[in-house]
Structure formats: C-alpha cells, structure tokens
C-alpha cells in the first residue's frame, strides 16, 4: 500500500509539474508590450493651433536624386542643402476681403538666403481658410501657397530646372519683391475639419490643371521621445503626376513636409534640355511651443 500511494504521489506530482511546464513554455510564446502603446487617434479634434504666440522651429533638407546623364551630376555638386526655419501665429488685424484676420509669420534660412512672409488666416469649427499674403516667398508651414510650379535652390524659386542650373553655375538675381498684400482670389481652403479619411477636397483651379488636397490616413512622427499622430495629406495635380507632396497635421500644428519634383528638365545656358533630375524638399519640425 505504501509503494502504491508514493507511486500514486510521484506520478500526480510528476503529471502536475509537466503541466506547468508546458502551460509556461506556452506563456513564454505570447508577448504582451503595453509600456509604449501607440497614442489614441482622435480626429474630433484635430485642429491647427491658432493661439497667439505659438511657435515651431523646423528643418529643411533639399536634394536632388536620380540624376541622368551622369556627366551633368556637376551641376549639383554643392546638394544636399540645408536650413532652418521659424513659424509663428503673431497677432490679429483687419483686411478688405476676410475682415478679422490672423497673421502667421514665416522665415527660413538656407545659406546666406533669408526670405519672409507673412500669410492671412482664419480658422473655425469648418476650415483653416487663408486669405492673402505678404512678402518675397512662399511660406513652409501650414501651407505653401504660391509658386505652384516652382523648384527651389537656396531659397529662391524657378519655373523649372532650367532657371535652377543656370543659378548655381553663374549666378542669378531675384529682386525682392515689394511688402504689398496679394489677395488669394477665390481663398483658399487649407485644411478642413475634421479630419477624415479620404476627404478631398479643391484648393486651386486653373481650368485646365486643378490642384486638390486629399486626407490619405495617420502616420506616426518622432520628435524626441514623443510620437505624434498626423494626418497624412497629399496635395493632387490633375495634369501632373510628376508632383507629389505630402504634408503631415496633427492636433500640435503641421509637423512635416514632404515635396518631391520628378523627372524635372535641366537645361544648358542656351535653353537646351541636356538631362533630367528629381528634386525633394523635406521640412521637419525639430521644436514648437503650443500657446494654450
């Protein structure tokens, strides 16, 4: 009887403990991470800042790739460029055309280039809608507004490539341009709220090209150690595919752009096509400071 029941005890002990140890082994197959779970996506209230006094710090990195013939990579030999750039919601004031408006300021630095501007907005529970402008360029954030067709090379701005290799092999004058305000005409919508998927909308027609933004979806971006949920937006030229931007909001104001010109003409001093090149803009905000 004693035999049985220490047989009976090493059996049950030896049945209890493979239990365990296959109930473990099957444990250690599932792998549970919650110490940094992805941070909730809430497009209610995805809405560009609009406080007086807000601010971003950004990057800008422009480049060029797929340069072709390879003998006319010289003329490109000083890229990649970069800079920095500084946007800001500054105060309120009056224009003709939108009554009540904010005035967001923006500068970048690339080289010994600073360009300026000021652009018109308001923004409400509908849309961010900008009005008009001031200054000799193009804003980075929140929206770039004018010179639709430009590719930029230490921040100046040309109809193609052509103006491009003429600058950077001898030189090219750009006078600036008058401190006069440019009515948008009709204004344009640069963001609609809320932000959904899918939803595309009209910022520009030319009758026979028409440009439209478009929300694609949510990307995460990494500033530090935070990670920021944008929505990827795409902005759509119906007569050119070679164009392809993508801009990227979040609840914390533009975070990132992401321009890339394709299969752009290079021309010779004589205006001969002698190669083609793709050019790309990128600008990420490295620091901002959200009024509340």
């Not at 710090?57 to 970069?82: G, K, L, M, Q």
């Not at 401190?179 to 709220?193: G, M």
């Not at 190669?275 to 009024?291: M, P, R």
């Amino acid at each position: 009887m004693r035999k049985t029941l220490t047989y009976f005890l090493s059996s049950f002990i030896l049945m209890v403990f493979t239990v365990l140890l296959i109930s473990s082994c099957g444990k250690d197959n599932v792998v549970n991470n919650n110490s940094n779970p992805p941070e909730p996506v809430d497009t209610s209230d995805f809405m560009y800042p609009f406080t007086t006094g807000s601010y971003w710090n950004y990057s800008i990195t422009r480049s060029v790739e797929n340069v072709r013939p390879d003998s006319i990579a010289h003329y490109f030999s000083n890229y990649p460029v970069t800079g920095y750039g500084y946007n800001e919601i500054m105060y309120d004031t009056n224009i003709p055309i939108g009554g009540t408006v904010r005035v967001i300021f923006d500068r970048t630095v690339t080289g010994t280039d600073t360009l300026a501007s000021r652009y018109y907005y308001t923004n409400s529970i509908n849309s961010m809608v900008c009005y008009g402008y001031r200054g000799s360029a193009t804003p980075s954030f929140p929206f770039r507004i004018g010179q639709q067709y430009k590719i930029s090379a230490e921040g100046r701005y040309f109809d193609s490539f052509a103006g491009l290799s003429s600058f950077l092999t001898n030189g090219f004058d750009v006078s600036s341009a008058q401190d006069t305000f440019i009515v948008l005409s009709p204004v344009v919508v640069t963001l609609k709220y809320p932000m959904l998927r899918n939803t595309e909308w009209t910022i520009f027609n030319f009758g026979s090209n028409i440009i439209s933004k478009k929300y694609i979806g949510f990307e995460n971006y990494h500033l530090d150690t935070a990670v920021i949920s944008c929505m990827k937006t795409q902005r759509i030229w119906s007569n050119n595919s070679d164009y392809i931007f993508y801009d990227y909001y979040s609840k914390y104001g533009q975070m990132k752009k992401f321009y890339t010109f394709k299969n752009q003409p290079v021309t010779n001093m004589l205006g001969q096509t002698i190669g083609y090149a793709d050019y790309k803009e990128l600008y990420n905000v490295t620091s901002f400071n959200i009024i509340e």
